[in-house]
């Protein structure tokens, strides 16, 4: 799953709208993706938003229904990710009865939360931490954010942080992107996949450090976890190596 579609926003048939349920259709082609009801986030002018949305091929439009939103945005440009595939569509005899399952579907997506964990060390932060963060937070309901220990950055970097883990984790809180921040375990790292079975776990494009004994972890325990690798943000100014080097040559002069 975790597919993404695009689009710009359209009038739709306004079925949904009657029954008392506003959506935000996008025009999507026939076979891009199976007919069903899907759990999606939506991001509307770089904010994120929880829903359910439906595909239904012989219309060709994508209707989402956007949980605690009420603005009209025909003619925006929207980008959604399908968290996963709720129900087939099927037929109703009546009103009431697809007013119904409509409720259900908003209950069951609202209760089943959707993890995604994120790793790091978060030294001196930048805009390439928050371009990772946010495009990692697009994939959740719930985005947690591990902080490396200062002795596992120096594990699998070679060095110490300028910044000890107490200070990185409140600079990183300071963001306000992940709704759950902690430092990790400083022998046991794999902990936090077993708290929060994630469905998603997202290292951005040069991490390295662990990543095999995280992918044997996931084989081994036979759970249902991707990676997903977060393209970089003007990575030839935005890294922190580079930004280390340059306060290194500032201090010099």
Do not use: W
Not at 124 to 142: Q, R
Not at 145 to 168: C, E, L, M, Q, Y
């Amino acid at each position: 799953m975790n597919e993404i579609i695009k689009g710009k926003v359209v009038h739709g048939n306004n079925i949904s709208g009657k029954l008392g349920f506003r959506t935000v259709n996008i025009d999507l082609k026939k076979g891009e993706i199976e007919d069903g009801v899907y759990k999606i986030n939506i991001k509307i002018k770089s904010k994120i938003y929880h829903g359910i949305g439906t595909y239904l091929e012989r219309n060709e439009t994508f209707e989402s229904h956007i949980f605690d939103f009420n603005k009209n945005i025909y003619g925006s440009f929207v980008e959604i990710v399908l968290l996963k595939k709720i129900r087939n569509n099927k037929k109703f005899d009546n009103k009431e009865s697809l007013i119904k399952q409509i409720k259900k579907d908003i209950k069951e997506v609202k209760k089943d939360k959707n993890y995604v964990v994120t790793f790091g060390t978060f030294d001196i932060l930048h805009p390439g931490h928050n371009y990772y963060l946010n495009t990692a937070k697009f994939y959740s309901d719930k985005l947690v954010t591990i902080v490396a220990t200062d002795n596992n950055v120096k594990k699998f970097k070679g060095h110490f942080p300028i910044n000890n883990s107490s200070t990185r984790l409140e600079n990183l809180k300071k963001l306000k992107i992940a709704d759950i921040t902690m430092v990790g375990e400083e022998k046991s790292p794999m902990k936090i996949i077993e708290l929060y079975n994630p469905s998603i776990i997202c290292l951005g494009y040069d991490q390295i450090g662990f990543t095999s004994t995280l992918e044997k972890y996931i084989s081994e325990n036979k759970l249902n976890t991707s990676i997903i690798r977060i393209p970089p943000f003007k990575e030839d100014i935005f890294k922190s190596s580079i930004i280390k080097e340059k306060m290194v040559e500032v201090k010099s002069l």
